[in-house]
């Protein structure tokens, strides 16, 4: 067993959504690197055929679309089948480019889809069964800063990862207030980060952005620190900047002042000196 967390332990297993890229293959490499047995998840056939055969004969690879319920339903039987019960999930997968407030609703549909309810679904099929053994499990679903600042522009993918942030604070609360569970919730919160999503833009790395391994590394770091906040840095911000940039949206509703203030020109003078303060 690691000192990290009870349920990254050898032999056990782990499963991970939209793990055949970016950060959520790097997080299977670090559950593999404990000695467990791990299910790659993801709707890119393609992707996941190139990237199992170096994971080794501990991975095994599921073709599904994490926004089907019934797929993740049968996802789920199967892969206790194939690996038997699972200690460790972790729902990754997401997509953005949903649109804004008042555009494309096939891109709403399909970012709420995949982020929030790619989330639910697969706890609904994997953590009944986590909760009700009497052992350790972990359950982390990926976020975003943008469901906490809510950045204008892609306003669908900020209120699919402001659901996930709500959705993973009611599960962790459920969890620890069932009577012998021993599953905990985390949410991941990665900053900047250079994964697959971002190549088709960028071909090259900015600056700026992490590597996906530094995410999965700061998720260990704080899974180790016992934080429900997994709470990740990149190369262009502080651990003190993101709290001052959370502190001043929260303070939009205690201080009455216009929704997302810190982009509205008439109190850009005022975010600033906060953030300089
Ligand atoms: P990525 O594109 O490298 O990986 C995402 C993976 O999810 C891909 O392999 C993709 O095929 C898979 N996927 C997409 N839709 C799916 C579906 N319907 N069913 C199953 N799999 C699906 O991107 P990433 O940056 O590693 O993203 C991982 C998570 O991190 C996402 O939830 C993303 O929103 C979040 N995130 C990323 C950043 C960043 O800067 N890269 C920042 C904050 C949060």
Redesign the pocket.
């Known amino acids: 067993m690691s000192e990290i967390h009870p349920a990254l332990a050898q032999g056990n297993v782990a499963v991970v959504?939209?793990?055949?890229?970016?950060?959520?293959l790097a997080a299977a490499r670090r559950f593999l690197g404990f000695g467990m047995k791990v299910c790659i998840?993801?709707?890119?056939a393609g992707?996941l055929a190139q990237v199992l055969p170096e994971l080794g004969p501990d991975a095994i690879g599921k073709v599904?679309?994490?926004?089907d319920r019934r797929a993740v339903e049968a996802l789920a039987c199967e892969v206790e089948g194939q690996l038997g019960p699972v200690s460790v999930l972790m729902n990754?997968?997401?997509?953005?480019g949903g649109g804004d407030a008042l555009t494309s609703p096939e891109g709403w549909q399909r970012v709420l889809g995949?982020?929030l309810f790619?989330v639910v679904n697969g706890t609904q099929a994997f953590g009944p069964a986590m909760a009700a053994r009497d052992a350790p499990g972990l359950i982390v679903n990926?976020?975003?800063?943008?469901g906490i600042t809510s950045p204008p522009g892609d306003t669908a993918y900020n209120v699919s990862?402001a659901g996930v942030r709500a959705f993973t604070e009611g599960l962790a609360h459920t969890l620890r207030n069932r009577e012998g569970c021993r599953v905990t919730a985390h949410l991941l919160i990665?900053?900047?980060?250079?994964?697959?999503?971002?190549k088709k833009w960028l071909p090259e790395k900015p600056a700026g952005?992490w590597d996906?391994e530094q995410v999965a590394d700061a998720m260990i770091a704080g899974l180790a620190r016992g934080d429900f906040y997994l709470w990740c840095l990149d190369n262009e911000t502080t651990r003190k900047k993101d709290e001052k940039r959370v502190l001043w949206g929260a303070m939009d509703i205690t201080e009455n002042r216009p929704a997302l203030s810190r982009w509205d020109p008439a109190w850009k003078d005022a975010f600033e000196r906060f953030m300089g303060g």
Do not use: E, R
């Open positions: 959504t939209g793990g055949a890229n970016g950060i959520g998840v993801d709707a890119d992707q599904v679309d994490v926004s990754n997968a997401g997509t953005g995949v982020n790619g990926t976020g975003s800063k943008q990862k990665p900053g900047f980060t250079y994964t697959g999503m971002m952005a996906p």
